[in-house]
Each structure stands twice: as C-alpha cells, then as structure tokens.
C-alpha cells in the first residue's frame, strides 16, 4: 500500500512537471512573438511612411466626397450636377475647389509615422469616438451611382496644431498614424457654423463669370420681395448704369 501511494504521488508530480513546462514553453513563445512584434512596430514608427502606399495617386480620379463627423449625416460634395464641385446634401452650395483639392491631396498623399497598432489605444488619438471624423473618397462610378465606387477612407482623430499634425487610421487597418499637416481642420465646421468646404460668397468664385465683378446682382426668395445689391465706387454712390465701378 505505501509502494503504490508512492508511486501514485510521484506520477501526480511528473504529470505537473510536465503541464507547468508546457506553460512555460507557452509563455515564451508568446513573449518573444509579442516582443518581436513591438521591435517591428518601433522600427517602423521611426521610419516615414505614406499612409495610402499601395496606390499611384496620380491615377486616381476622385468625384465624390463624403465627409461624416461622428453620428451626424454624411457631407456629400460632389459634381455630379454641373460639372461643378458642390455639397449635395446642403442645397447644392458651391464649394472651395481649391480646398477641395487640398484636401483629396492631403488624403491621397498623407505621410507621417505610425504611433500604434492597438485598437484599445484608438480612443487616446481621437479615433473611434464620437468626435473622429470619417472621411471617404469615391471614384467615376459614384457619378452614377452615389456612394459607389469606394476609393479609400480614412478616420481623422485629434490634431496637435503647435506641430501641425493630426493622426489618421486607414479603414481596415489597425496603424494609427500622425501625419504632417492638419487635415483635421479643413473638415471642420467653420466658427460660424459654416459646412466644411462651403464658398461664403454671395457670389461664388467657381461661378462663371464671377472674376468679372458684376454692377448688380438680383437675389429672388421664395415667399420674398427680390431685392438688388448694386457695386459702389470708393466714394459710396451708387454706380451709374454703364459706368465703371470699383468695389461694393
């Protein structure tokens, strides 16, 4: 009975010597993978790269924007309308082609480092809350179809505008990134409430004709008597029909 005790016992002890290696073995293993892991993400984070890299530019052509902020319906600029670039979604307004297209080559030509790859760390970067901003570019097809043809989108989190940088997540990727230049804030509302992009001109300057500084303009409201806004010269009376005139 003590031989068979003893014997019993000391299987028991090799059997936990052999589970407790096991961990061990384990342990390591996932040690020197995640280890591995960090040294390659440090090691790219020094290094700059392009957020978008696996695609020429150049060879892309962008008709549909679509900018979302939080839970708040989507911005959808587009020229599908008129050959002219406008915010569908705001009465058809005329948008700044010039900070349109600042931001498709900010977006297209983003660069910068990658800071992590952990998805629990998104909300430290702004990215993945309430706040973060979504934006998708679209190709051809959407002038047909809106919404389709997805070219790429990218979610745009906190800035750090004393260094001029944002950081920005690709969609299906895990890298955060901190890229140079503040797209964040193109996108955003202006202080006075003002869509992102949006011309303020009464007179758009993406309007024909617009350069040539009209004397007069007519402005017709539904349910309003039209009104005229007439140009002054420097003076402050009003500029006789056929002569010329200087400012409003």
């Known amino acids: 009975m003590i031989l068979a005790s003893s014997s019993g016992e000391a299987g028991r002890a090799w059997r936990t010597a052999i589970v407790l290696a096991a961990i061990l073995a384990a342990l390591v293993f996932w040690d020197h993978r995640l280890d591995r892991r960090d040294r390659a993400l440090r090691e790219r984070s020094l290094r700059i790269g392009r957020v978008i890299a696996d695609v020429d530019p150049q ?105 001029d940088t944002c950081f920005v997540r690709r969609a299906g990727s895990p890298e955060i990134w901190a890229v140079e230049g503040n797209l964040r804030q193109l996108l955003l509302p202006s202080q006075d409430g003002g869509l992102p992009l949006i011309d303020p001109n009464v007179i758009p300057r993406v309007w024909p004709g617009a350069r040539e500084l009209p004397l007069r303009v007519r402005i017709e409201r539904a349910g309003d008597e039209p009104f005229e806004l007439e140009r002054q010269d420097s003076g402050g009376e009003a500029a006789q029909p056929g002569e010329p005139a200087t400012s409003w």
């Open 59 to 163: 060879g892309l052509t962008v008709r549909e924007l679509r900018i979302t902020l939080g839970s708040a319906p989507s911005l959808v600029y587009s020229p599908r309308l008129d050959g002219l670039w406008r915010c569908l979604t705001a009465q058809a307004a005329p948008v700044r082609v010039t900070e349109m297209e600042l931001v498709v080559r900010s977006t297209l030509g983003a660069s910068g480092v990658v800071r992590s790859a952990d998805p629990d760390a998104a909300p430290r970067y702004g990215i993945g809350i309430g706040q973060t901003i979504r934006l998708s570019l679209h190709g051809r097809g959407a002038l047909e179809v809106p919404g389709s043809d997805l070219l790429f989108e990218v979610e745009i989190g906190d800035c750090i505008p004393d260094a």
